[in-house]
């Protein structure tokens, strides 16, 4: 296992598109979370899965954002009606069950909305 | 979450000890100390934990005073590839895992050769 992945590493759409993100997470890890990042700022948390269920969402979570995890295995984030305010860095990260240790993060993707 | 104060940037030398800071006043008994580092264009990583106790792993060493309310990560031997954004985070162990953690902006770690 080669850690958390994400798809694409770079997504460059036109603004009111709308684009889809996916996250790979490690395979024995069974809690999932939604990250966004702006330049200058630290990671800002989206959304948070155990399992196939979301548990918990971010006010910054809009209605234009959407999450799944289908069958509990990877994950994907779209965005419809992308704006320019939508242009971020978005990660995904995975932890194993029943645990406190740290999160593992993926390179994330990059998303420009021109 | 307790809140955590950072400076906002640090410069150490190659090959000597950076000593990062980290202020958490208002730390709750159930609140563990997290660290992550991220380095430019990549995803934030996982460093160290603990909630009373010095912690030590391969990769840095964890102090947290005996009032708990500040911590200082220590790098014992920087190396170039140190210098990254350092985060201290404090949040409550939930069991179930639905609370998200809370990023400041961290402390900006030059290691100058």
């Known amino acids: 296992d080669t850690g958390v992945s994400q798809n694409p590493r770079h997504k460059i759409t036109k603004r009111g598109q709308n684009v889809t993100f996916r996250c790979d997470p490690i395979?024995?890890?069974?809690?999932l979370y939604w990250y966004r990042q702006t330049l200058g700022q630290g990671p800002e948390f989206l959304t948070y899965?155990?399992?196939?269920?979301?548990?918990?969402k971010s006010r910054l979570l809009s209605d234009r954002f959407s999450a799944e995890r289908p069958k509990g295995s990877f994950s994907t984030l779209e965005i419809q009606r992308t704006e320019q305010g939508d242009s971020a860095m978005y990660l995904c990260?995975?932890?194993?069950?029943?645990?406190?240790?740290?999160?593992?993060f993926g390179s994330g993707t990059r998303l420009t909305v021109v | 979450d307790a809140k955590t104060t950072q400076p906002t940037s640090m410069d150490c030398a190659e090959g000597r000890a950076a000593n990062l800071p980290c202020n958490h006043s208002?730390?709750?008994?159930?609140?563990?100390v997290y660290w992550y580092r991220q380095i430019h264009s990549q995803g934030p990583q996982y460093i160290i934990h603990?909630?009373?106790n010095n912690e030590t792993n391969e990769m840095a060493s964890l102090i947290i005073t005996e009032d708990r309310k500040s911590s200082t990560l220590i790098l014992p031997h920087a190396t170039l590839r140190d210098t990254a954004v350092y985060y201290c985070?404090?949040?409550?162990?939930?069991?179930?895992?639905?609370?998200?953690?809370?990023f400041g902006k961290g402390t900006h770690l030059i290691i100058q050769p």
């Open positions: 990260a995975s932890q194993p069950p029943g645990t406190n240790y740290g999160y593992t």
């Open positions: 395979s024995e890890h069974n809690r």
């Open positions: 899965f155990q399992n196939e269920a979301q548990l918990e």
């Open positions: 208002t730390i709750s008994g159930n609140e563990y």
């Open positions: 603990g909630l009373k």
């Open positions: 985070i404090v949040r409550v162990y939930s069991g179930g895992g639905a609370d998200g953690l809370t």
